[in-house]
């Protein structure tokens, strides 16, 4: 159900759309829904663009499941002259998407970013550091809720954790997360940890070691972070300039290639 905002025929059709069948939808403020077709030659190109949903509401939550079986089942129609069938009839119940983890997921992104900014600058002062380890921790948070987590969001999030202690000098949090992150990553998992996270894991337990004044510790743990294969060479590229940044806490290693 919605009202037609723009049209010109036979190009461009924009419109607002409430999803009038489900009560909790149709509360919510109307969305837009825009058509446009480009011709292509002999066949045109079909664009639908659905935006103004005001966040993960439960119009986009319907309409992000709902959009890809009509839109292939006028494909198939126009093509074939026949309809694509109805959806579901293999009998598998409908995937509903997880709102909440959804939600976690862009707060989980964003604070993420947060703690990367603030880390990028040098003229940090105490009040931004406490932001900064909030901010490592909100992430963390936010991702263990998150809609698609894996074992791999777990691991980083710890090495995040570890990373921001051990910059600020605080050994004792930053060899707690780096275990833990060593932890996830060596556990048995859902096959998302990369090799590089196995790195990144040892390069935190060495940076930890280095910050608490233990460097015979810190440069078997450093070595042994340069020694994992990253098979993926812009990931190796990533993580060697990684390990050589400082803060190193006095401790002279030979650089990684």
């Known amino acids: 159900m919605g009202e037609i905002l723009e049209s010109e025929r036979?190009?461009?059709?924009?419109?607002?759309?409430t999803m009038a069948y489900d009560p909790e939808a149709a509360a919510e403020p109307p969305s837009r829904v825009t058509w446009e077709i480009e011709p292509l030659g002999d066949v045109c190109r079909l664009k639908v663009t659905h935006a103004d949903f005001g966040g993960l509401s439960k119009t986009w939550a319907n309409a992000r499941d709902g959009w890809p079986p009509l839109l292939s089942g006028l494909k198939t129609l126009l093509e074939t002259g026949a309809p694509l069938?109805?959806?579901?009839?293999?009998?598998?119940?409908?995937?509903?998407?997880?709102?909440?983890?959804?939600w976690h997921r862009e707060l989980g992104v964003d604070a993420n970013m947060?703690?990367?900014?603030?880390?990028g600058r040098t003229d940090r002062t105490a009040e931004d550091d406490e932001v900064m380890v909030r901010a490592?921790?909100?992430s963390t948070y936010h991702w263990s809720r998150a809609a698609r987590r894996t074992v791999a969001n777990e691991a980083r999030g710890e090495w995040l954790l570890s990373h921001v202690h051990a910059v600020l000098g605080r050994a004792d949090l930053a060899r707690h997360h780096a275990e833990r992150s060593l932890t996830a990553v060596s556990a048995p998992g859902d096959g998302s940890v990369a090799d590089f996270d196995l790195a990144y894991a040892h390069e935190a337990k060495a940076r930890a070691a280095a910050c608490a004044g233990r460097l015979d510790e810190?440069?078997?743990?450093?070595?042994a972070a340069a020694a994992?294969?990253?098979a993926d060479e812009e990931d190796r590229k990533i993580f060697v300039a990684d390990l050589e940044a400082e803060p190193w806490y006095g401790l002279v290693a030979t650089p990684a290639s």
């Open 228 to 230: 994992v294969s990253i």
């Open 218 to 223: 810190a440069a078997r743990e450093r070595a």
């Open 136 to 138: 490592a921790y909100a």
């Open 114 to 119: 947060e703690v990367w900014a603030l880390l």
């Open 10 to 17: 036979p190009r461009r059709l924009v419109m607002t759309f």
């Open 85 to 102: 069938g109805p959806v579901g009839a293999d009998g598998e119940p409908a995937v509903a998407a997880d709102l909440e983890g959804e």
